[in-house]
T-cell receptor, first 110, second 115 residues
Framework: QKEVEQNSGPLSVPEGAIASLNCTYS??????FFWYRQYSGKSPELIMF????GDKEDGRFTAQLNKASQYVSLLIRDSQPSDSATYLC??????????FGQGTRLTINP | KAGVTQTPRYLIKTRGQQVTLSCSPI?????VSWYQQTPGQGLQFLFE???????NKGNFPGRFSGRQFSNSRSEMNVSTLELGDSALYLC??????????????FGEGSWLTVV
């Protein structure tokens, strides 16, 4: 079992809809969770981090964390074609050590 | 505020050669880490430095090494290059070494091709 698992997709969502990206992790002691967006040929860009159970909202993005279920998700509201990218879920294993999932490729269809 | 700067951005090396990649963290950031990204293995942690000391190391062979200088700039070196070392090498920096919410920012990466 991989330490961080994501559905690799591709996930196709119509423009204006809500895109839901999911991630599960195996280490129950994990504390901090990150979502990065990566466009093709570019480096990962931090979208959000979350470390408390519940929801955290930032603009069109909402991160949800459920430590009991070892589950973290990212919702993108009012999806735009510019949101088409690979979304990487990462779990912190120390100060600068992140363990990443394989990423979910998201396509927003106009 | 400048982001994480990596040089060179693109390079091609021959098997058996060595390569050195450089990274300048965001101003004020003292923690630097390196990651390798390949299509097959995804993003994998290489090592982490703080105050010129390696604090953590990933599961990579000893051919991969790094160091951090007193100005927080970092270099990583790969010796005896193999074809499988072809990858995007990413440097990341952050402000703290511990605690929740330690946000980590990536540079644009160095694309290494080994032929």
């Amino acid at each position: 079992q991989k330490e961080v698992e994501q559905n690799s997709g591709p996930l196709s969502v119509p423009e204006g809809a809500i895109a839901s990206l999911n991630c599960t992790y195996s280490d129950r002691g994990s504390q901090s969770f990150f979502w990065y967006r990566q466009y093709s040929g570019k480096s990962p860009e931090l979208i959000m981090f979350i470390y408390s159970n519940g929801d955290k909202e930032d603009g069109r993005f909402t991160a949800q964390l459920n430590k009991a279920s070892q589950y973290v998700s990212l919702l993108i509201r009012d999806s735009q074609p510019s949101d088409s990218a690979t979304y990487l879920c990462a779990v912190s294993k120390g100060a600068q050590k992140l363990v990443f999932g394989q990423g979910t490729r998201l396509t927003i269809n106009p | 505020k400048a982001g994480v700067t990596q040089t060179p951005r693109y390079l091609i090396k021959t098997r058996g050669q060595q390569v050195t990649l450089s990274c300048s963290p965001i101003s004020g950031h003292r923690s630097v880490s390196w990651y390798q990204q390949t299509p097959g293995q995804g993003l994998q942690f290489l090592f982490e430095y703080f105050s010129e000391t390696q604090r953590n190391k990933g599961n990579f062979p000893g051919r991969f090494s790094g160091r951090q200088f007193s100005n927080s700039r970092s270099e990583m070196n790969v010796s005896t290059l193999e074809l499988g070392d072809s990858a995007l090498y990413l440097c990341a920096s952050s402000l703290w070494t511990t605690g929740s919410g330690n946000t980590i920012y990536f540079g644009e990466g160095s694309w290494l091709t080994v032929v």
